[in-house]
């Protein structure tokens, strides 16, 4: 596993090369948050996950296979990285923040539009949460 690269892969710079070509600027991988997302845009209290649909468990038929041996540990594995996103998305909510979640499987070429529409939704949508 220490091949598996963490940041900088071909999804994330997918997302990036979108969000980027809508006009935004963000940082990367913010430390101080939940989680650490993937893109963050402090301004606009907005955060973007680009998970991998074979670690996060994802619905699509990447993200249901399982390695054939040691099925128990990787069951294990699995559930805890599920329980894990579903704590930092929770966390950063409660902090206020708004978070998109843009599984492996929509980076795709045939799929990219969609994409693009999803993201430009995301980012330019207010907050609905009133305060007080």
């Known amino acids: 596993m220490r091949c ?7 999804p994330e710079m997918v997302v990036r090369r979108l969000v980027h070509g809508m006009g935004y600027r963000y940082r990367l991988q913010c430390r101080e948050l939940p989680g650490q997302p993937d893109l ?8 973007i996950f680009v998970h991998g649909c074979f670690w996060h468990r994802h619905a699509c038929e990447a ?3 399982t390695p054939a041996s040691r099925v128990e540990y990787w069951e294990a594995k699995f559930a805890r990285n599920v329980l894990r ?9 409660r902090l206020g923040w708004s978070v998109l979640v843009v ?7 045939r799929r990219r539009e969609s994409l693009r ?9 207010t907050c609905s949460l009133k305060k007080g």
């Open 4 to 10: 598996v690269k963490s940041g900088d892969t071909t």
């Open 40 to 47: 963050v845009l402090p301004r606009l209290k907005k955060a």
């Open 63 to 65: 993200g249901q296979s």
């Open 85 to 93: 996103d579903r704590r930092n998305l929770r966390k950063l909510r």
């Open 103 to 109: 599984w492996e499987c929509q980076t795709r070429v």
């Open 117 to 125: 529409r999803r993201l430009e939704r995301f980012l330019t949508a």
